[in-house]
Nanobody, 120 residues
Framework: QVQPVESGGGSVQAGGSLRLSCAASGYTYCRNVMSWYRQAPGKEREFVGSITRDGSPSYADSVKGRFTISQDNAKNTVYLQMNSLKPEDTAMYYC??????????????WGQGTQVTVSS
């Protein structure tokens, strides 16, 4: 499916781990960049990290060293491994798929989000 579908959210205590998944398919011959964003109540949506099709990741400073983005191209799935979770990581996590086909512009597709709650 073109639209990303997230899964794997839940509740965990501080210091724990969760792994989120984002599945999306199609646009095989286009450039794809998969990103994770999060939005806490009353705050703006913020960038968490991204990964290109060739596997190059980038991260927000707030999660570097704790979160890891990986992908399984055979399963058309991107993962967000979250370790050493903190209460401030509590948010709705969204997967965004950016697609550029041929010489066209970028189109963004957002998932519905998955809730992550970290208790102290």
């Amino acid at each position: 499916q073109v639209q990303p579908v997230e899964s794997g959210g839940g509740s965990v205590q501080a210091g724990g781990s969760l792994r989120l998944s984002c599945a999306a398919s199609g646009y095989t011959y286009c450039r794809n960049v998969m990103s994770w964003y999060r939005q806490a109540p009353g705050k703006e949506r913020e960038f968490v990290g991204s990964i290109t099709r060739d596997g190059s990741p980038s991260y927000a400073d707030s999660v570097k060293g704790r979160f890891t983005i990986s992908q399984d191209n055979a399963k058309n799935t991107v993962y967000l491994q979250m370790n050493s979770l903190k209460p401030e990581d509590t948010a709705m996590y969204y997967c965004k798929r950016a697609v550029q086909c041929a010489s066209g512009g970028w189109d963004d597709y957002w998932g519905q989000g998955t809730q992550v709650t970290v208790s102290s």
